[in-house]
C-alpha cells in the first residue's frame, strides 16, 4: 500500500504543472492526532456496571471479601506476567491497525486525479478481469479494518472484565482514581465539573480501565473507599507527610498542635507503611514549600485499607487509606545535620528551647506521633 502511494506521489509531482499538490501536512492521519485513551473509548461502558445504589447497599465487610479475592488473584505471579504480556500484545496490535487503517482511510479520502481511491480500484478490476482474481473493493476493506481494530479494543476491554466481576470492577476503578490523586473529586463529588472531564486512563498489572468519568464516578468511589476505609486491619506502624503554616489559617496551623490535642482527619488520606516515603512528603511540602514539615506517626493504624497492589504507584508508596480521629501523645523536633532530637509541648515551648532560631523551620522537620482512637 505504501509502495503503490509513493508511487503515485512521484508521479504527481513529475507532472505538478497540471495537477494541485496538496499540503499533506494538514491531512495528518487521525489516528496521529488522536491518543490510544481515545481510541478504546467506543470500549469504555462496563457491560455490567452497578449503581450508587447497589454499591451502598453492601457492607464494609462484603467489600473487604472483594478486596481479598482481588488480592490472591494479583498473587498469581505466573497469571500476572501472562497478563501483562497479553495487554503489550494487544497495544501494538491496536497501534499497528489503527497505523494501517489512517494509511488506508487518506488514500481512500484523497482527491488527487480523481482520487487515488478510484485509481486502485480501477487497477484492481484490471487485475480481476486479467487473472481472474476476487481482490477486495475499498469500501469493504475499510469497513474491515475498522471492524478489525475495534475487536483490538474490545480484547482489551475484555481483560478487566475477565479478571474482575462487576463489584471488583468498580473496586478496582475506585482505588486507581485515589491512588492516581484524584483526591479532591473523591472527597467531594459534588463539586466534579463534567463539562471539564478529561479521559482517565488507569492502569496496573495488565489490566487497563479508560473511561470519561463522570459526577457518578467519583461518587461510587467515595462510597466504596469509605466503606473500605472503615474496616479494621491488623495493627501497622503508618506514617503521612505534610506541610503546615506556623498560624491557623483555611487549615489549622502548628500553633494548634499540643501534646494531648485531638487531629481530625474526616476525608479519605493517603498514609504509607514507608517512613522514607512520608518523610519525603514532609519536606517536600514542608522546608521546600515554607512551612512547617510534619511527619504523622501511627503506632497502630487499626482501621484502614491497603491498597497498594492496585495503586497506581504500586511498591512505591505503599498505601493505606484511613480516616478517623487522633490524639498527639508526642512531638519530637528533628534535625538530622544538627543532630537534633528536641522533644516539645507545643510551639510556644519548642521556640523556648535552647539555641532555637526561624531557620529551624527550613532545615528539619517535626515528627507528630498519635494515638488512632476507636471510631
Do not use: C
Request: negative net charge; aromatic residues 10%; without cysteine.
Amino acid at each position: 500500500m505504501k509502495k503503490i502511494l509513493n508511487e503515485w506521489r512521484n508521479f504527481l509531482k513529475e507532472n505538478e504543472e497540471n495537477y494541485i499538490t496538496l499540503d499533506e501536512s494538514q491531512v495528518m492521519p487521525e489516528f496521529l492526532k488522536r491518543s490510544l485513551t481515545e481510541e478504546l473509548l467506543n470500549e469504555e461502558v462496563d457491560p455490567q456496571a452497578l449503581d450508587l445504589k447497589t454499591l451502598e447497599s453492601k457492607s464494609t465487610e462484603f467489600y473487604k471479601k472483594q478486596l481479598e479475592d482481588m488480592k490472591s488473584v494479583d498473587e498469581n505471579t505466573e497469571k500476572v506476567k501472562q497478563r501483562i504480556k497479553k495487554d503489550k500484545e494487544l497495544l501494538t496490535s491496536l497501534t499497528d491497525a489503527g497505523f494501517y487503517l489512517d494509511d488506508f482511510e487518506q488514500a481512500y479520502n484523497a482527491k488527487e486525479l480523481g482520487s487515488v481511491t478510484g485509481f486502485m480500484d480501477w487497477s484492481k478490476g484490471i487485475i480481476n478481469s486479467i487473472f481472474g482474481t476476487d481482490l477486495e473493493d475499498s469500501e469493504a476493506k475499510l469497513q474491515r479494518m475498522k471492524d478489525e481494530k475495534g475487536m483490538i479494543a474490545k480484547k482489551i476491554r475484555n481483560i478487566l472484565v475477565s479478571a474482575y466481576n462487576p463489584f471488583q470492577r468498580e473496586i478496582f476503578r475506585a482505588i486507581s482514581l485515589f491512588t492516581d490523586q484524584n483526591f479532591d473529586e473523591i472527597r467531594n463529588p459534588e463539586g466534579f465539573d463534567e463539562t471539564r472531564a478529561k479521559i482517565m486512563k488507569l492502569v496496573n498489572d495488565g489490566i487497563r480501565d479508560i473511561f470519561k468519568p463522570t459526577r457518578e464516578t467519583f461518587e461510587k468511589a467515595k462510597v466504596i473507599l469509605r466503606k473500605l476505609a472503615d474496616g479494621e486491619i491488623k495493627p501497622v506502624k503508618t506514617w503521612r507527610g505534610y506541610g503546615v503554616d506556623e498560624e491557623s489559617g483555611t487549615y489549622p496551623g502548628l500553633n494548634t498542635y499540643k501534646i494531648g490535642s485531638k487531629i481530625d482527619v474526616p476525608n479519605l488520606s493517603s498514609f504509607s507503611i514507608d517512613k522514607k516515603v512520608a518523610e519525603t512528603f514532609a519536606v517536600d511540602n514542608g522546608p521546600k514549600a515554607g512551612r512547617w514539615g510534619i511527619l504523622f506517626y501511627v503506632p497502630e493504624t487499626h482501621s484502614g485499607v491497603d491498597v497498594d497492589f492496585l495503586s497506581q504507584y504500586e511498591g512505591n508508596e505503599k498505601e493505606i487509606i484511613t480516616s478517623g480521629k487522633f490524639k498527639i501523645t508526642q512531638m519530637t523536633y528533628i534535625n538530622q545535620k544538627l543532630n537534633l532530637n528536641i522533644a516539645f509541648n507545643n510551639l510556644q515551648d519548642l521556640k523556648g528551647k535552647d539555641g532555637y532560631s526561624e531557620n529551624w523551620k527550613e532545615k528539619g522537620i517535626i515528627e507528630v506521633e498519635v494515638e488512632m482512637l476507636k471510631k
